[in-house]
């Protein structure tokens, strides 16, 4: 059955919702945001992802309206935010903290926002209750901040800020303060709630994981720069750096020396005794110039016995990770480079075939991996 | 548990006593049905009943009241907005000085505070009253009421501040209904500590105080120098029990309202964990 792909990102003519034009903050001396140009569409549900105190928390609050840029432009539906102030933006923010304000009940947190905007006793009502439907916190309508739990918090922070039907609502670290579990359940909450309400999300986040599996697009952001904005499957198998395909999940670098083309294929030159790596490049790599291939740990094959495939070297097991359902083996070549090599646990710990010092031979196909530049 | 020894109760005794006999000497005193303060004639509370005919020392004590109410409560708002400049304005030039100046009055002699103001109320040609003596106890009793209110702030989530204003709050708005709502507890124990602060103080009020304005403790001190009588007695259990009812009050106003979010968030604990 034929879908329509969310992607208004490709679409020439989609207006965007948010517009950073050339933006840089600094602090003092210290640039947290970068000349920084980016387009965010409605009904979007956008990460930023980045270590602290690559700027991403910097992009939020200047969005939200706690900082000024230094210089660029921040446009909301095409208008300049810069002289409007926090309380007169139609974009509402979730807090790390929550700041869920501890004198007033449940209800009367979620109410805050309307009864600023003077609306009748009534609508008010209807709105909270429906917030409360919507977050499943009926029943805590009563109680103050202090008398729930973390999760529920953490709820009632998402229900006062969708209260007023923002049209870009903020979250900062949302589920940082929730345990493992709690946290999966809830960006599944999260993501269900985004497309119930149509709201644009922008979510602040340094989890990968988190952001991958709520995200229509990820930006990776490094240094107030963002280095790649692209959907989850996109920046996973198609990092444009190893800054980025090291900071999504776990990979496999080797540097190595372009050969000569052949085809679209490259050849790569890594060590001294050891086979070229046989590549497919997405971009022209001149013959001597610095290659890393990138691989990631389960596109890479473990066996004992010579594999059919032309693209494998022999190498002793040095570390296992157990992790239930998969197994990371740590796989030493000759030359003392560590590949990494993930197999799926599905069958029962009776036939686990590899143990320590085991040697084995480690295998990839010619277009398991990327070549980067840097 | 540490031993109660014989050694520990003696200098716990001892403390105490010299702390509180005389002012224990002075509560029994004022029922003494005798004029003479040294000799026990038995009960009465007669000198209370005197004291509620004696104009001059009513006339005193509603000034002193009226003094207390007005300098606590400006000197809260001063202080509480002088708190608020400290703790959150960050770094600006002359911070260091300003918040010494703050913290100044605390540790200067009462006598040159006094002196200092009486030239002032000269120099302005202020006429000394009631007036004059609300500003010198405002002066005086909202550095206390700053401290107080600035170690709260300083553990005040600022986040709380900026999701109101982004719900939609003025920042006027935002300070009486979220940043106000949260500090009070600080706040009335600020207020309480300069009321009783103001009731207090001799030394200061009889530098600015005039002819047409004698606060209690003027009255007292200048009616012992004609004598110790039983209704000064009375007169002083009565301002004991109300500055003891008003410290009792502050530190009960700020440790339930720190009892009552502990016992809450352990409810809130036990209710997420289990």
């Known amino acids: ?374 | 548990m540490r031993r109660f020894s014989w050694f520990n109760a003696t200098s716990l005794t001892l403390g105490f006593a010299f702390l509180y006999l005389p002012m224990v000497i002075l509560i029994i005193y004022s029922f003494n049905a005798s004029k003479l303060v040294t000799v026990w004639a038995g009960f009465s509370t007669k000198w209370y009943g005197e004291l509620m005919q004696n104009e001059a020392f009513l006339d005193a004590a509603w000034v002193t009241i009226k003094v207390a109410v007005i300098s606590s409560t400006i000197a809260t708002a001063l202080g509480t907005m002088a708190a608020i400049v400290m703790v959150r304005s960050g770094r600006f030039l002359g911070r260091t000085l300003f918040s010494g100046m703050i913290y100044a009055p605390l540790v200067m002699p009462e006598v040159i505070t006094g002196l200092s103001l009486l030239l002032l109320f000269i120099g302005i040609g202020l006429d000394r009253g009631v007036l004059t003596i609300v500003l010198a106890h405002t002066t005086f009793s909202m550095c206390y009421v700053s401290v107080v209110v600035s170690s709260r702030l300083v553990s005040f989530d600022q986040s709380l501040e900026e999701a109101a204003l982004d719900l939609g709050c003025s920042p006027f708005q935002a300070f009486f209904l979220v940043t106000l709502p949260i500090i009070a507890p600080a706040v009335i124990s600020g207020w309480l500590l300069a009321f009783t602060l103001s009731l207090d103080d001799l030394v200061i009020a009889s530098f600015t105080s005039g002819p047409s304005a004698t606060t209690l403790p003027m009255k007292i001190w200048s009616s012992v120098r004609l004598g110790v009588s039983p209704e000064i007695n009375a007169l002083s259990t009565i301002m004991i029990g109300i500055v003891t009812i008003g410290v009792i009050t502050a530190s009960l106003v700020s440790k339930s309202t720190v009892a009552r979010q502990q016992r809450e968030e352990r409810a809130a604990e036990r209710l997420s964990a289990g």
């Open chain 1, 1 to 374: 059955m034929p879908q329509d792909v969310f992607a208004p990102w490709l679409d020439p003519d989609a207006n965007p919702i948010i517009q950073f034009k050339n933006v840089t903050k600094k602090f003092g001396d210290f640039a947290a945001v970068d000349d920084l140009t980016i387009d965010i569409y409605e009904r979007e549900f956008f990460a930023l992802l980045g270590p602290s105190g690559c700027g991403k928390t910097t992009m939020m609050r200047m969005l939200a309206g706690f900082e000024a840029p230094t210089e660029g432009h921040i446009l909301l539906s095409g208008q300049d935010m810069a002289p409007v102030p926090p309380n007169k933006r139609a974009v509402n923010m979730m807090f790390q903290s929550y700041a869920l304000f501890p004198h007033l009940s449940v209800w009367n947190n979620i109410a805050f926002g309307l009864r600023r905007n003077g609306l009748p006793k009534d609508e008010i009502a209807a709105r909270v209750d429906e917030m409360l439907r919507l977050t499943r916190l009926e029943k805590f309508a009563r109680r103050k901040p202090h008398q729930i739990s973390g999760g529920q918090r953490q709820r009632v922070a998402l229900a006062r800020s969708l209260a007023k039907a923002p049209k870009l609502l903020l979250l900062d670290e949302p589920l940082g303060a929730l345990d493992k579990k709690l946290r999966q359940e809830t960006q599944f909450e999260l993501m269900d709630i985004q497309e119930k309400t149509g709201t644009t999300f922008v979510i602040v986040t340094h989890d990968q994981e988190e952001a991958m599996t709520v995200a229509s697009r990820v930006a990776v952001m490094d240094h107030g720069k963002i280095v790649q904005v692209a959907t989850p499957p996109d920046i996973y198998e198609t990092p444009n750096s190893t800054y980025v395909a090291d900071f999504i999940g776990d990979v496999n670098l080797i540097e190595g020396k372009a050969g000569a083309m052949d085809g679209d294929k490259l050849a790569i030159s890594w060590g001294e005794g050891l086979a070229d790596i046989i590549g497919t490049p997405h971009t022209n790599f001149d013959k001597g110039q610095t290659v890393y291939f990138a691989i990631r740990p389960e596109k890479v094959t473990i066996t004992h016995d010579k594999p059919a495939n032309p693209i494998a070297f022999r190498g002793k097991v040095l570390d296992i990770a157990y992790l239930g359902n998969l197994s990371t083996y740590h796989v030493e070549l000759p030359n003392g480079q560590i590949i990494k090599a993930q197999t799926a646990n599905n069958r029962r710990i009776s036939r686990r075939g590899f143990t320590w010092e085991d040697k084995v031979w480690v295998s990839w196909t010619d277009t398991a991996g990327v070549l980067l530049e840097n």
